[in-house]
């Protein structure tokens, strides 16, 4: 996954959609199928399969939406997701930490609904897309 900027508005389809729980994006992490060897791979990418190593999604991910939250004006937000970028590898901890964040409701509701539409793409779908 390339991280570049979204073209898709904040908060589009998200607030509705979003569990609004960092422990339940903790488990859709967890039990994500694109790193089993049974992956066929992401959508972004022409559907291809290679190892998919979860540490690097993970900071792929959060740079991505650093980099949109920044470029939309919500610079609170953007360092948030910028403070997590050295703990990828822990990023289910992280997931389950929001919880308790320190955001503005509005944040962390925009912030998981971002989440949750990649991860739903996680599971159970040919391939997966980012946020």
């Known amino acids: ?29 967890a039990k994500a ?9 992401c959508m972004c990418a022409g ?13 792929d991910l959060l740079i991505y939406l650093e980099d949109k939250y920044r470029n939309a004006g919500q610079q609170a937000l953007a360092a948030f997701v910028g403070q997590a970028l050295g703990g990828a590898r822990d990023f289910g901890g992280w997931l389950a930490g929001l919880d ?20 739903n793409t996680m599971s159970g779908a040919p391939g997966f897309s980012c946020t």
């Open 1 to 29: 996954m390339k991280a570049r900027a979204s073209r898709k508005p904040l908060g589009a389809g998200t607030l509705a959609n979003s569990p609004l729980s960092g422990a339940e994006l903790a488990r859709q992490w």
């Open 33 to 41: 199928d694109v790193f089993s060897p049974a992956f066929g791979g």
């Open 47 to 59: 559907g291809f399969h290679s190892p998919i190593d979860a540490s690097a999604v993970a900071q």
């Open 100 to 119: 308790h964040a320190a955001l503005e409701p509005q944040a962390r509701a925009l912030l998981i609904g971002d989440l949750q539409s990649t991860l």
